[in-house]
Nanobody, 123 residues
Framework: VQLQASGGGLVQTGDSLRLSCTAS????????MGWFRQAPGKERETVAF????????WYSDSVKGRFTISRDNYKSTVYLQMNSLKPEDTADYYC?????????????????WGQGTQVTVSS
């Protein structure tokens, strides 16, 4: 399975972006999916995850109320809608497919990773 992430860019504080992650195989529909991010000089952070059927969503405290994860299994795509962006959201964002039907905050539960898409939020 290959994952292609897109939608990153340079925006200003308060703007919105929607990240997309498309899988190369329909079998992705059986897997939980997650979004992670890593800022320069910082550890990778779990941002959000979602179960195979669109349920079981979870968000980190840093993005709760501003970000929304969703998926369209017919399109083999998972989304991350990011609203009210802040400079601290600046990072490379990665999508990943879980080994399991549920998502997880643990990176080792994911066996397929996308290439990352860069998000930069200027103040």
């Amino acid at each position: 399975v290959q994952l292609q992430a897109s939608g990153g860019g340079l925006v200003q504080t308060g703007d919105s972006l929607r990240l997309s992650c498309t899988a190369s195989r329909r079998t992705f529909t059986n897997n939980g999916m997650g979004w992670f991010r890593q800022a320069p000089g910082k550890e990778r952070e779990t941002v959000a995850f979602i179960g195979w059927n669109g349920g079981g969503t979870w968000y980190s405290d840093s993005v709760k109320g501003r970000f929304t994860i969703s998926r369209d299994n017919y399109k083999s795509t998972v989304y991350l809608q990011m609203n009210s962006l802040k400079p601290e959201d600046t990072a490379d964002y990665y999508c990943a497919a879980s080994r399991y039907a549920t998502g997880s905050s643990r990176a080792h539960h994911y066996n397929y990773w996308g290439q990352g898409t860069q998000v930069t939020v200027s103040s």
